[in-house]
């Protein structure tokens, strides 16, 4: 895949800061100052991946940048960085001619910005084939690998109380919102699960709900992507059911082909899950690609993970398992509670006291409501992290076969 480059139209300050950042992730990235440095960057027929504007302080010419970028055969994707306060004003007014536009509001760290444009370039060389975008690859590239299918995070502990839908919820929130991936978050807490009621979701439809319905009136299940409901922050939100009673219709077997079918239209799909070992938990550990294990400070919380990871041996799943260390800074030693688990931590979550709380109150994450809290920080190091993982394996993925490469990126930026 030929390198493509990323041209930064914002003002100096932001600027430099970009194009350090971009530059430090293995891209190539071109300063523009005027129209006609654009213009001629276009006509030296470089490739240009995405264009990020300033969508503030001089409108009138980013308008100018942005008719360059599409003018003639040229459709290049334009990410306009602008205010929330301007983003309502701008959003109906700015042109939009091009379906892979989209706005970054201030403010922001240079990493999330440069995870949206992996975001962007990514959904720029897909294709639909009637089930999801799909990586274009030539035809070399496995059904399996990364770029063309979801990696499926189910978030567990058999110990209730221990931030299971906390960091499921945040974690979604922070590679959607924060990293500009397409996410699905699947509440399959059958018991006491309430993703759709921190989220502000009414009247959400159930899997048990739509399941029924199609089955009373003589038609095929549909997909979770038809049932899902959208949250206002693009999270795509599925819940298996809204009471414990009468779940019968969800088989185990059949979710899990749902949400395997699911794969293809998400960079991610995240699970939230009941703490119990039942067999429907069973096959969504079977299905997942990784098992976050939140686990608090404490001796019941503990021993509840020791239990998941003697449980796990038992079902073949133990590589899958890593922990999530909630209150990270209890004055608990990280390094005891691995010791103690046999796990390592692949995240420390701080304390968000009632920052969890007030954000509930408004149907939000506190990534989205309190973007410049250190909580807000571990979360989206987290999803960073499972990101580089995605990446290192995709990279694995393309040293077996030469003609696919992600990006051009090395395993140490993908790391980065």
Request: charged share 25%; net charge negative; with cysteine.
């Amino acid at each position: 895949m030929a390198r493509q480059a990323i041209v930064v139209a914002l003002p100096r300050d932001e600027q430099v800061a970009v194009i350090r950042e971009l530059t430090e992730a293995g891209f190539e990235a071109l300063a523009v100052t005027a129209p006609e440095e654009l213009e001629a960057i276009l006509n030296a027929r470089r490739e240009v991946g995405v264009a990020i504007l300033d969508g503030e302080s001089d409108f009138d010419r980013s308008l100018e940048y942005y008719s360059l970028l599409h003018d003639s055969d040229r459709d290049v994707p334009a990410l306009m960085v602008v205010s929330p306060r301007a983003l309502d004003r701008l959003a109906g007014a700015a042109p939009k001619a091009n379906i892979n536009d989209e706005f970054f509001t201030r403010p922001y760290s240079t990493d999330s910005l440069r995870w949206r444009i992996e975001a962007m370039l990514i959904r720029s060389v897909t294709i639909d084939d009637g089930s999801g975008p799909v990586l274009q690859s030539g035809g070399d590239f496995e059904s399996d690998s990364w770029s063309k299918r979801a990696t499926i995070v189910s978030i567990f502990n058999p110990k209730g109380g221990v931030g299971k839908t906390t960091t499921a919820l945040n974690l979604a929130a922070a590679l959607q919102v924060r990293m500009g991936l397409k996410v699905m978050l699947i509440d399959a807490d059958t018991v006491t699960g309430h993703i759709a009621t921190s989220l502000g979701l009414e009247s959400v439809t159930t899997v048990v709900d739509a399941w029924t319905e199609d089955l009373e009136e003589g038609r095929s299940e549909r997909s979770l992507i038809d049932i899902a409901t959208q949250h206002q922050n693009g999270l795509t939100v599925c819940v298996l059911t809204s009471s414990p009673l009468n779940t019968e219709i969800l088989v185990p077997e059949r979710v899990g082909d749902a949400i395997r079918a699911a794969r293809r239209g998400f960079d991610f799909i995240i699970v939230d899950m009941h703490p119990s070992y039942s067999p429907l938990n069973q096959e969504i550990f079977e299905r997942s690609d990784r098992i976050l294990v939140p686990v608090t400070p404490d001796v019941p919380a503990l021993r509840a993970a020791v239990q998941m990871r003697d449980v796990a041996q038992e079902l073949g799943v133990r590589d899958k398992l890593a922990l999530v260390v909630n209150r990270a800074n209890s004055g608990v030693s990280v390094a005891d509670m691995e010791r103690t688990v046999g796990m390592s931590a692949l995240a420390l979550i701080r304390s968000g006291g009632l920052l969890f709380v007030r954000a509930a109150n408004e149907g939000r994450s506190v990534v989205e409501q309190y973007p410049k809290e250190k909580v807000t920080e571990d979360f989206e190091i987290l999803a960073q992290k499972l990101v580089g993982e995605e990446f290192q394996a995709a990279d694995k993925s393309a040293a077996t076969k030469p003609a696919f490469r992600i990006f051009n990126r090395t395993k140490e930026a993908a790391r980065a």
